[in-house]
């Protein structure tokens, strides 16, 4: 399973393995509109019967352009429901 987290476990710790470990917990990454365009990703394995983490890496995430997700959204809305006809 793949879930978003911030940046603790489901123990309530902060991530501490990996690239984590070193990273500033208190960052926030929004920018004025709400976006978070910068700053580390991560993947993390979680134990399934706690929620503690057991390993966490790097995760490049290519965020581009804010628009150009707005297009590419409505478009394979578009083309998956052939929406918007008037």
Known sequence: MQ???RDKDGTGAYLSTGPAANDDD???????????LTG????TVFAGDTGKELATVDYP????VV?????ATAIG???STGGWRT
């Open 3 to 5: 879930d978003r987290t």
């Open 26 to 36: 208190s960052a926030d990454y929004r920018n004025a509109t709400g976006y978070i």
């Open 40 to 43: 580390p990703e991560y993947l």
């Open 61 to 64: 995430v290519q965020r581009g």
């Open 67 to 71: 628009t150009a997700w707005e297009t």
């Open 77 to 79: 809305w578009i083309a």
